[in-house]
């Protein structure tokens, strides 16, 4: 049996077991077997597909972001107005048929913005086309859903064709850690009360996954879903941004409407007259968490006028990447002026996290 019959095999079982209290362990194991048969099956044709189909874009600029939706609903039309970039604009679908990237300018940030081809439905299922878009989402530092305002209902159309591929929208990756020993059966320390899963159901999940050492440790209540998420590893926790597009046909009581059908919080806009994308802007700035770091030379003065570009979370080793491939290297120590240190000129080595508005000098080794 060949990889996808295995997987309509289960799926089948899947479909005749009924769901209840003492299905739920088993039906969780079935889950557990597709996914790691899909990510079997996704490995084997990544090597088979080729990489001049357009859909290699280089990032540039301090963050990338990507626009997800349906045709026509008009993400072109929507780059164009952030960006000023040309992608062509249809009344048709399937206008835009490679990534057209754009450069999106705001608050001294350069936000790179992605137009791929419109995702349908069963695009994940798909061969080709459709994956690759996917596989463009997930190293996005944010995904723009993008959605017609006469078609909210979109909205889970795309979360599930992101979640098909493992990418898991606006949550925090579960707080568990698995370490493969070499002998001594699977140890559990459990640090909370589970309440949806059971330490029995993770147990057999790494048995799937042919792991029958480890040391397991989970520190909040999680579902049988992360479990299987984390075992399988084959999972990308995205930040999403739901926008909702053409609002210049509607009036304020659609409108009212059809926000209370979504899940998520959305931004209104008319990419059309230009209503609202300032605020979208701002929006998207906003999600994307940057922090301005200000760099002092050694013994000089610090530059306040042109602040490096970073994100939340980024260390001084992100700030030499940036500066310079060799940075790295040539780092001896840095020196810290802000909220991220203790005093003003504190020494901190190539891990330490800076803070928005942080000043920073880096010392380099003498032989740089
Ligand atoms: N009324 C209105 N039409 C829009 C708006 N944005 C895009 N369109 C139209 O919708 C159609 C599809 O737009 P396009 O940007 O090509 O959609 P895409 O397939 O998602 O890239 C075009 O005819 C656009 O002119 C909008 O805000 N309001
Ligand atoms: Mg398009």
Redo the contacts with the bound molecule.
């Keep these: 049996m060949g990889i996808p019959e295995k997987i309509k095999a289960i799926q089948d079982e899947m479909a005749r077991t009924q769901i209840n209290k003492a299905t739920e362990h088993h039906l969780g194991l079935l889950r557990a077997k597709i996914a790691k048969l899909k990510h079997e099956q996704e490995s084997a044709s990544s090597k088979k597909s080729s990489k001049d189909d357009g859909f290699d874009v280089r990032r540039t600029g301090d963050a990338t972001v990507v626009f997800i939706?349906l045709?026509?609903?008009?993400?072109?039309?929507?780059l164009n107005a952030l960006t000023g970039a040309k992608?062509?604009?249809?009344?048709f679908?399937f206008?835009?048929l490679t990534v057209v990237p754009g450069i999106m300018e705001y608050r001294g940030a350069r936000i790179q913005v992605l137009?791929l081809p419109?995702i349908i439905k069963g695009a994940s299922t798909g061969r080709g086309m459709g994956k690759r878009m996917l596989a463009v989402a997930r190293n996005a530092d944010l995904v723009l859903l993008?959605l017609d305002v006469f078609q909210p209902y979109h909205e889970s159309v795309l979360t599930t064709e992101l979640g098909n591929v493992g990418i898991r929208l606006n949550q925090t990756p579960p707080n568990i850690t698995i370490e493969k020993t070499g002998k001594g059966g699977i140890a559990i320390a459990q640090q909370v009360k589970l309440a949806s899963t059971t330490t029995e159901f993770l147990e057999d999940v790494l048995h799937v996954y042919g792991i029958t050492s480890a040391r397991v440790v989970i520190r909040e209540d999680v579902t049988t879903e992360q479990v299987v998420d984390h075992i399988s590893g084959n999972r990308t926790y995205a930040k999403a941004l739901t926008i909702v597009?053409?609002?210049?046909?509607v009036d304020a009581k659609f409108l009212e409407n059809m926000r209370s059908t979504l899940k998520s919080e959305c931004v209104e806009?008319?990419?059309?007259?230009g209503t609202n994308v300032e605020n979208l802007k701002e929006r998207i700035y906003e999600s994307l968490e940057f922090i301005r770091i200000y760099m002092r030379p050694k013994g000089g003065k610090t530059d306040y006028d042109e602040p490096l570009i970073m994100r939340k979370g980024n260390t001084i080793g992100d700030v030499c990447d940036k500066l310079h491939r060799t940075m790295r290297r040539k780092f001896r120590y840095g020196m810290v002026w802000g909220t991220s240190v203790k005093f003003g000129g504190q020494r901190v080595g190539i891990v330490h996290q800076l803070h928005d508005e942080d000043v920073l000098t880096i010392i380099k080794e003498k032989w740089a």
Excluded: E, M, R
Aim: proline content about 3%; overall charge negative.
């Design positions: 939706g045709p026509s609903v008009g993400k072109s039309t929507l992608s062509t604009v249809g009344a679908q206008t835009t137009d419109g993008v597009n053409k609002i210049d046909l806009v008319s990419a059309d007259t």
